[in-house]
């Protein structure tokens, strides 16, 4: 069966802002943010904000209320529901954004940092990878999560089903890690100008997988659209089965790397 899997960020690459900042900002807490930033881990300082957010008065529904209201490209919609499609902040934000744009069922997989709100009304972030039991060890990535190993898992349950191609999407420096584990036939789509762009083009020689760099929501669905039509015909000329899958799931940045833009 010859199928296709689209990866994709979340922060920056499906909504067009940091979640993690959006929601900060918004509430008025950026101050207090950049104040704790150099003194703890992204994961610790976002469940830190919460907290001080909590007590300032601000409820769950006050965050969800931001999260409604996220800028994203008028395109970006459109194509993942097309494409039937992954991201990079918590779970609660995640799931909020995509549950209000309507796209959440499109998702097979969300891979992120858990959260859950607490018996107090509060949101509570802990790291996806519980780096003081069990560090994942990969030098590239923050302690808190390696992108690598969830494309790992994600090949080696691929590789299960039959030949299947990944084309990954993103734009922070978590998301190289990854794209050095795509292969021949895998796409990387890097978002221009951002940080993972900037090490690709810096290392071309490490990556096997083709790149197609990618601006806005537009252009985005463009080459997305482009490239879906080019492997459908490749993969009939091969007579390989056309059984076209399209799988999508957001995968989570690593918090703790974030580049401010
Ligand atoms: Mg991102
Ligand atoms: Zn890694």
Known sequence: MAGTTIVFDFDKTIIDVDSDNWVVDELGATDLFNE???????????DRMMNELH???????DVKEVLRRVPIHPRIVPTIKTLHALGDANLFFIETIIDHLGIKDCFSEINTNPSYVDEEGKLRISPFVDFESSPHGCTLC???????????????SLAKEGRQR???????????????KL???DF????????????????????RAEILEWIDGEDMEKIVMKL?????IQDSVQLLPVDFKIEAMPIA???SVKVQQ
């Open 142 to 156: 923050p302690p808190n999560m390696c992108k690598g190993m969830i494309i790992d898992r994600i090949q080696a």
């Open 253 to 255: 940045l690593p918090q």
């Open 183 to 185: 292969r021949d036939e």
């Open 36 to 46: 704790l930033l150099p003194t703890m881990p992204w994961n610790s300082l976002m």
């Open 166 to 180: 990944i084309i990954y999407l993103g734009d922070g420096i978590g998301d190289f890690c990854p794209s050095l």
């Open 55 to 61: 007590a300032q008065g601000k409820t769950i529904e």
């Open 188 to 207: 990387m789509m890097p978002r221009k100008d951002f940080p993972v762009w900037g090490l690709i083009c810096g290392n071309r020689a490490l990556l």
């Open 228 to 232: 879906i039509e080019k492997i459908k």
